[in-house]
């Protein structure tokens, strides 16, 4: 079975500043998606960016970019120019590329922006 | 596209009771459907996948008969907590997979449901 680790269950980061968050995972398979969500306290799940674990160039969205690490089976979230908004619970997550949509996520990472 | 609505948002039940909630993809047909159950700064746990026209796969430790799960159209997934009690107070997610956008990799969430049992 999957299995995604974050092992900072707490960061936090100066507005402007950039910010790391770690995500590790233990897979088997070679066909396969990562993904990091953010969690306002809406509590709404937005997606923030995603990796296929076939493609060796690092996914980046604006301020968002990752660090994929495919041997190491690491998948870091770095987020540049911090922001109030940024501030939110971040969760790493895994999909199977044969398991239709079900995610198996990290425990999460609660991100507070200082100003 | 790609919008998934849940409801209720929030729904306050006496404990005993049982309470609906409903999981819908406005814009696109999900033949699956993916309840997960979120407790206060902790993950989101998959309770169970919902098929389209077929029985609700159960994750281990799950109790079906509490948790029954419906998914009658290709638009609609229902997750009944029947017998309430207050340790089902949680934050329950609905996400919906559409086979036919991005391949196997999107998955699309509802806004959730604060249930809280008195």
């Known amino acids: 079975a999957q299995t995604v680790t974050q092992s900072q269950p707490e960061m936090s980061v100066q507005e402007a500043e950039t910010v790391t968050l770690s995500c590790t995972y233990d897979t088997s398979e070679s066909d396969y998606y990562l993904f990091w969500y953010k969690q306002p306290p809406s509590r709404q799940m937005i997606l923030v960016i995603r990796?296929?674990?076939?493609?060796?160039q690092n996914a980046t969205e604006n301020r968002f970019s990752v660090n994929f690490q495919k041997a190491a089976k690491s998948f870091s979230l770095k987020i540049s120019d911090s922001q109030l908004g940024d501030a939110a619970m971040y969760f790493c997550?895994?999909?199977?590329?044969?398991?239709?949509?079900?995610?198996?996520f990290g425990q999460g990472t609660i991100l507070t922006v200082h100003p | 596209g790609a919008v998934v609505s849940q409801h209720p948002s929030r729904v306050i039940c006496k404990s005993g009771t049982s309470v609906k909630i409903e999981c819908r993809s406005l814009d696109f047909q999900a033949t699956t459907m993916f309840w997960y159950r979120q407790f206060p700064k902790q993950s989101l746990m998959l309770m169970a996948t919902s098929n389209e026209g077929s029985k609700a796969t159960y994750e281990q430790g799950v109790e079906k008969d509490k948790f029954l799960i419906n998914h009658a159209s290709l638009t609609l997934s229902t997750l009944t907590v029947t017998s309430a009690h207050p340790e089902d107070s949680s934050f329950y997610i609905c996400?919906?997979?559409?086979?036919?956008?991005?391949?196997?990799?999107?998955?699309?969430f509802g806004q959730g449901t604060r249930l809280t049992v008195v």
């Open positions: 990796q296929e674990a076939y493609k060796q």
């Open positions: 996400s919906a997979r559409a086979p036919e956008m991005a391949g196997n990799t999107e998955a699309f």
């Open positions: 997550a895994y999909i199977s590329g044969t398991s239709y949509g079900k995610l198996t």
